[in-house]
Every structure is written in structure tokens, then in C-alpha cells.
């Protein structure tokens, strides 16, 4: 999940223009990016995409799961088997509950159990970064956790950046905390989104800390931050051929606890990173 691209579900252009970008994956939005009166059609709108041929994931980001709204938006786009569902303020609890109503939903439409994927919004509440470190184990559909700034910014009645552009220091803690929260979850941290689309060096350096934290992918919100959050995302040829080199190593020397590679010591957590760096080739 490298990039993830948001997509108002009622817009069919937005729509046409998410299908033929490079996203890894589009987020079918039918929560922030869409008025309360255009629920109906946004949500026959994205049942719509869902059921056409897929040339990435497709995920539907649903409203809160206390709601009727979310009730409603699974009930209309269950049939067109998503990847995935992006479940906004979360808590543990709201993971359990989804948790719950996906199972039914997959027998209804003839899907295995935990077919469907989520990604839990964790941080856009108190009482979700507070339940940070509860999220692990509740159910194996659990793809990633990530954060989000804005919410967190209105519930709070703050500014989440300072005036350098830089988050404010309870935005730092709580990226930081949803990105360790996930590690001990056993999934993947995903960046939030860059909300200045036409800002690409700031961007670029968002991505690149990001990366450089750990995070493996970040959300979008237009197409042309795309290219930027790929680039920023991939292991370059100079990561690629010191993970093969220390893969190799341990390979050829199995009992090995630290091991030289290209005139360094390398040991047993050199081994992680590398597998993990391998993985982000494709």
C-alpha cells in the first residue's frame, strides 16, 4: 500500500481520473469529501466502481460505525466486494463492531470470512489515540493503522502545524504513536495525507520522513501528489542491492549473529530491515 488516492464517490470524474492514475490503491470516499444529501448517490456511484473490471484495490472509506450512515454505506457497497474498508475515527471497540458486521455481511454475499480488509483511522479522536496500543489482535482483517491531523486538529480546536509548515508537537506524538501502535499490531503504518497538493517540495520531505520513520505508504488526496509519494515509497537500486548482499549473507551463514557485509558489521535486525526493503521492490 504505497499510495493510497481518496476519491469522492460522487464524482465521476474524480472517479475517471483516480482509475488511471498510478495509485496503488483508491479510497472510495463517502465520509468527509461528501455532503449528507449526496450519500445515496455517492454510495450507487461507488457500488458502480466496485463492480467494474479492477486494475488496482478499491477501498470505501465508510462514515463513523457508531452512525446510521455507516450501517447503510456497507449495506450498499458489500455486494461489489471491495478490498477493503477505511473505518474513520476509530477505536478498538469500532474495530470489533465492524469487525462483527463485515462477517455477516461476507456470508450474505457469498465472500470468505476476513475477505474484507480495514484500515483503522486510529488518531482522529482522543478516546482512538488513547486505545492506540489496544488495536493488535482484535481481528486478523486488520490491514494497517493510520493517523489523521485534521480531525484531531477540530476536536482539539487547534492548528496542527506551526508557521514553518512543521506539525505541532501533539501531531509529532501522536504520528509516532500510531506508527509504534502498528508495529505491535503486526500491520502496516501509513502516512496521513498532505492537504497542499501543490506544494510538491514540501510534500517530497513529508514522504521522506515518513519513509525514513518507518511508515511504508501515505494517503492522497490528488492525483499529482502521486508521483512524489511512489518515488519517496520505493526502495532505490543503492537499499535494493545492500538487502540482497545481507539476505544473502545470512543465507550462506544461517547461525550467524552478526556478519560482515561491504566492510561493515551487520546483525540479526540489519536482517529485518533488509527483508522488509525487499519487500517494497514491487
Not at 498510478?22 to 463517502?30: K, Q, R, T
Not at 449526496?38 to 463513523?64: D, K, Q, Y
Not at 505541532?168 to 505491535?184: G, H
Request: with cysteine; hydrophobic share 45%.
Amino acid at each position: 500500500m504505497r499510495s493510497l488516492l481518496f476519491v469522492p464517490a460522487d464524482s465521476e470524474r474524480k472517479l475517471a481520473k483516480g482509475l488511471e492514475s498510478s495509485a496503488s490503491g483508491l479510497i472510495l470516499d463517502l465520509e468527509d469529501s461528501v455532503a449528507q444529501h449526496n450519500r445515496p448517490t455517492a454510495r450507487r456511484m461507488a457500488r458502480a466502481a466496485l463492480e467494474r473490471p479492477r486494475t488496482r484495490e478499491l477501498w470505501v472509506r465508510i462514515n463513523p460505525i457508531a452512525t446510521e450512515d455507516a450501517l447503510l454505506d456497507l449495506a450498499a457497497v458489500m455486494a461489489g466486494k471491495p478490498h477493503g474498508v477505511l473505518l474513520p475515527k476509530c477505536t478498538p471497540e469500532d474495530l470489533r463492531r465492524l469487525d462483527d458486521y463485515l462477517s455477516a455481511l461476507e456470508v450474505s454475499v457469498g465472500v470468505g470470512r476476513y475477505a474484507t480488509r480495514v484500515i483503522a483511522i486510529a488518531t482522529e479522536t482522543g478516546q482512538g489515540v488513547f486505545g492506540l496500543a489496544r488495536f493488535g489482535g482484535i481481528t486478523p482483517r486488520l490491514a494497517a493503522l493510520t493517523w489523521g491531523a485534521e480531525d484531531l486538529a477540530a476536536v482539539l480546536g487547534a492548528t496542527n502545524r506551526r508557521a514553518d509548515g512543521v506539525y505541532d508537537d501533539t501531531f509529532r506524538l501522536v504520528r509516532a504513536l500510531c506508527l509504534i501502535a502498528a508495529q505491535a499490531a503486526g500491520v502496516e503504518a501509513i502516512d496521513t495525507i498532505y492537504t497542499d497538493f501543490r506544494d510538491e517540495p514540501g510534500l517530497r520531505a513529508e514522504c521522506e520522513a515518513a519513509r525514513r520513520a518507518g511508515f511504508s505508504g501515505k494517503m492522497a488526496i490528488h492525483p499529482a501528489q502521486l508521483d512524489a509519494i511512489n518515488a519517496a515509497f520505493r526502495a532505490t537500486d543503492e537499499e535494493l542491492g545492500w538487502a540482497r548482499e545481507v539476505v544473502a549473507a545470512f543465507a550462506a551463514n544461517p547461525d550467524a549473529g552478526t556478519i560482515g557485509v561491504g566492510g561493515k558489521m551487520v546483525d540479526r535486525p540489519h536482517l529485518v530491515l533488509a527483508q522488509r526493503l525487499l519487500g517494497r521492490a514491487s
